[in-house]
């Protein structure tokens, strides 16, 4: 009975100690979306209302610290920062302005979830109207 005991115990610690250092290591985004957007993000899925399909991109965006956005491409290896601000409140907006003048404001809402983002447009008719971007590393 008592080798039972022991045995019992030996295999309850080896069991404890083997699920200690298995913590939960999925990426929770911050709270503030300010902080949320920040880094490099690659498109991965594109699609319209609730259905998505997987997209190959061949660049990465960056939104920067500054309200810039940068973009990498895969292919000429070239980093090119554009003359898009973009401000995070309740939605995301996104503002160009032509060579001729004119202001191009975009909006979005969105999501953070795991490494994830999910923009829609808003009020904008369009093919895709839904993309999902994936945080690099």
Known sequence: M??????????TLCLLIGTM??????????????QAILGKWELIEIGFQNHTEPYQDNRYIEYLPDSALGWYYYDTKEYTVSNIKYWIDTILH???????????????TYQFYEDKMRLEYIDLLAIYDVFIYQRKK
């Open 2 to 11: 008592k080798i039972k005991n022991i045995i019992f115990t030996a295999i």
């Open 21 to 34: 250092g298995c913590e939960d290591e999925t990426y929770a985004p911050p709270s503030d979306p300010k």
């Open 94 to 108: 996104e503002k160009q302005i032509r060579e001729d003048g004119h202001k191009i404001i975009t909006e979005y």
